[in-house]
């Protein structure tokens, strides 16, 4: 490596210390042209802080791994720009943003051997011979895999093949590690433990921004400081794991971010952040968060959307104090919790509630429901189904949220 190198490596690493790792700026990503374009990633805005992990959570399709192709170089974006520690990316091949990928499928190779897989990038990286090993066997280490380096991918197992593909993106010490549904291949049992190892593994690296790609909302609550959650190639909410889940923005994270019961309210009084509404016929009390950005604060006659968790809601006998007459309709016993459908009277639609152990109460019965007090959280109904407000065209969608 030259001097000239290391100034501009320098120059950079102080530039990371204002700038975010990471900026996505209004990325537009087709595929295919005209008629038959797919728009996989519309307007998307996401900052990533030096040393932050964010999880990009979301349903298959919804846009997760164009978003990380577009940061990585894989695909170029058909507007906006990309940059990494506020040097404008978009046009650099992926060797020249020195970013590490991690993806579900290993993408080992299986003639190399486990040394050879993760010295690879190494060379396209320029890094000098001499220097080789010992950032090999650094990287394995780090992923307790040391003492496999002779072997070849195929005699290893699923969760080892992984580790060694995310030894072969740490070994060119990137700023920036970008994991794509990187458990997706392993059985749950493993996933698990690899899930701590990962934890384990952004502790080890403070400095590295992390962007995590998944559908699995355990992962993303397990390892990101922030999740952004993603649906129909847009961006819907950003936000610490915590405020997501207590004070879901809209119904859809509402419901991807744990499962929700969305019942459909009036509200009736405010005060401060706590209301009285009615569903059906039931007044109950409920937890009033503000409103999302541009939507005004709860006031008397709004329409809303009251978000009761499954799990917070009791079944016990029709005669219960305070309870709500219910029946029935659908038990599925879960091992540790039974999934029980019901239909409650004076209450709009049905009522799911995560009840512990084995319900053993026929479907058809007639039981006593108890709610939470408060009952839940309101959701705006303005938000619901729509994504027009969030990362819609307006000139100041989305920058005030980041
Ligand atoms: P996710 O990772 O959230 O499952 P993707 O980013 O892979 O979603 O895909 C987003 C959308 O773009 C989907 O509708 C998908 O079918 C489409 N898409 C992805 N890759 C391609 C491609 N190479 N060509 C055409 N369409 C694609
Ligand atoms: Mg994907």
Known sequence: MSDGDVQMKSAI??????????????????YGRGRKATVALADFTLRVAVGETVALLGPSG??????????????????????????????LSP???GIGVVVQSYALFPHMTVHNNVAFGLKSHRVPRAETAARVAEALDMVGMGGYAKRLPRELSGGQQQRVAIARALAIKPSVLLLDEPLAALDAQLRHSMLGELQALRKALPDTAMLYVTHDQAEALALADRIAVMRDSRLVDIDTAENLWQRPPSDF??????????????????????????????????????PGVGLAD??????????????????????????????????VWRGASTRVELSVDGLPGDLAADVSGHFTTAVGSVVGVR??????????????GSTAEIGGSGAESRGDTL
């Open 13 to 30: 690493s102080v530039a990371a210390t204002t700038e975010p790792a990471i900026v996505f700026d209004r990325v537009g990503v087709s």
């Open 62 to 91: 919804s846009g997760k791994s164009t978003a990380l192709k577009a940061l990585a170089g894989f695909v170029r974006p058909t507007s906006g720009a990309v940059r990494l520690a506020g040097r404008d990316v978009t046009d």
């Open 95 to 97: 060797a020249e943003r």
């Open 253 to 290: 994270t509402a419901g991807f971010l744990g499962g929700a019961n969305l019942v459909p309210c009036t509200v009736d009084h405010v005060t401060g952040t706590a209301a009285l509404v009615t569903a059906g016929t039931s007044t109950l009390r409920a937890q009033a968060p503000r």
């Open 298 to 331: 709860w006031a008397p006659g709004d329409d809303a959307q009251l978000c009761i968790r499954p799990h917070t809601i009791t079944i016990g006998k029709p005669g219960d104090r305070d309870a709500l007459r219910a029946t029935v309709l659908t038990s």
């Open 371 to 384: 709610l939470p007090d408060p009952a839940g959280v309101l959701i705006a109904r303005a938000v619901t």
